[in-house]
């Protein structure tokens, strides 16, 4: 148990007191003071003493006044739109604006402002999560088109609609409302600034020239089969997570999103089904892409083996197609350039060959080809596979585990659920 220096146990219980027991203000004060000196701690208590007991919004806000202006800006961004999103998916689109994400989320851990999971997703108490909320209303209470994020769809809807947006608005969530209508270049002229948009259903109309020229982040669900849009450019984009009936390989959309070369997250959840994933060649700096959808059957384009910094692939299938005409291809041309990746998830497709270039993909620590239900045997270049810790096949016909795998120095997990395989040999 941790215990404050004997010199400051007077001043810890006056601390203690002023909180008024609160546990959670506890922690936050209480890791905010950790190593500091003992001026720091009078001067906290001092603002606390200012601070009626009951008022546990200014005994939090404390801690967030000690941060600095990147900081703060990421503890309102996780407050009011990522609580439960990807660590790493969010350091792209901070570092595109210049921050420091992961010195940042380390400090914000540690004074215990935010949680990180064992999966990296980011994790807020409640009660934070509405500190940082009634910062933002309070950039303005009486003008929403004025405050910084608009997390609310109902608040967010009405302020575009009534073009009553402004260059404070950085982020918006669109989500949740009548389908029908649809959002203009008029409207969104008048939020400059916009890195951070999450749309559902609406289609964008008119000419976009110029506009959404910071977005980073663009989340967009039951997207449109047309755009009525011109001149639609997302050029500083890190981030694009599409999903609905609508994205096929023919979706209009992907001349407009898939530009930037600052793209480094693409998620795909095609409900209909990709029969051939789209052009990704100037895109040229992703580090991960997934790709779910409702079919098995999908044809991989050239343009992904040029993605040499790609570090985590991952095609999910949720379907149950039966034919058997049809392969994963060209796996073989893209594993042959894929030389940077970590994870590599097939699940569920028609992969008839793991090709033998794979021995090539040295920086490999993840390997799943569960349910690929036509994958029959491995080839013995996985042996080359020095970094590969994990490894799993489940529901494969796999019968044998080529000799080779023995060679595998670093892996800690096999996974052969609902194999044929019946024996496994150790070869050394």
């Known amino acids: 148990m941790d215990l404050p220096p004997h010199d400051f146990v007077d001043i810890s219980r006056q601390i203690m007191t002023k909180t008024g027991g609160l546990p959670l203000a506890l922690e936050v004060i209480g890791t905010s ?17 200012l601070v009626p007991n009951q008022e546990v919004f200014n005994k939090l806000k404390i801690s ?36 420091f994400p992961m010195r940042e989320l380390l400090v914000l851990t540690r004074m215990s402002l ?37 997390w609310e769809p109902k608040i967010a809807f009405d302020v575009v609609q009534m073009k009553e947006g402004t260059d404070k608005v950085i982020a918006l969530r669109l989500t949740r409302l009548c389908k029908n209508t649809s959002f203009t270049s008029e409207e969104f002229s008048k939020l400059p600034n916009l890195r951070y948009l999450e749309l559902e259903c609406k289609n ?34 890190a981030v694009l997570k599409l999903s609905g009936i609508n994205i096929t390989e023919d979706w209009v959309g992907w001349g407009s999103c898939l530009m930037s070369e600052n793209l480094k997250v693409i998620e795909i959840n095609s409900k209909s089904g990709l029969k051939r994933t789209p052009d990704f060649s100037k895109c040229l700096n ?12 999908l044809v991989l384009d050239g343009s992904l083996s040029k993605l040499e910094h790609l570090k ?15 392969d994963l291809c060209p796996v073989s041309f893209v594993f042959g350039s894929l030389k940077s990746l970590s994870n590599l998830q097939i699940r569920g497709m ?61 892996l800690l997990e096999l996974w052969l659920d609902r194999t044929k395989i019946k024996k496994i040999t150790c070869f050394y």
């Open 33 to 49: 003071l950790y190593g500091k000196s003992k001026k720091f701690w009078k001067d906290t208590l001092q603002k606390l003493e």
């Open 64 to 99: 967030y006044d000690m941060l600095e202006p990147h900081q703060r800006e990421i503890f309102l961004d996780i407050a009011c739109f990522f609580i439960g999103e990807d660590r790493l998916d969010l350091c792209y689109i901070w570092k595109a604006s210049n921050y």
């Open 114 to 150: 935010i949680k990180i999971t064992k999966y990296d997703g980011l994790r807020m108490h409640d009660q934070l999560r509405d500190l940082g909320r009634e910062i933002v209303q309070r950039e303005d209470i009486n003008f929403p088109g004025k405050c910084s994020r608009l």
């Open 204 to 237: 964008l109309v008119g000419d976009f020239k110029n506009l959404l020229s910071k977005l980073t982040w663009l989340s967009w669900s039951n997207c449109p089969s047309e755009l009525n849009t011109t001149n639609l450019c997302l050029e500083k984009l």
């Open 286 to 297: 992703l580090k991960r892409l997934v790709i779910r959808q409702s079919t098995n059957l």
């Open 312 to 326: 985590h692939l991952e095609i999910i299938s949720n379907g149950f197609s039966k034919r058997d005409d049809c």
């Open 350 to 410: 028609h992969l008839r060959e793991l090709h033998h270039s794979i021995g090539g993909m040295t920086h490999l620590k993840y390997l799943s080809l569960d349910d690929c239900s036509l994958l029959r045997t491995l080839p013995d270049s996985i042996e080359n596979l020095k970094m590969l810790r994990r490894m799993s096949f489940k529901g494969t016909p796999i019968k044998k585990l080529p000799n080779t795998i023995g060679k595998l120095g670093s």
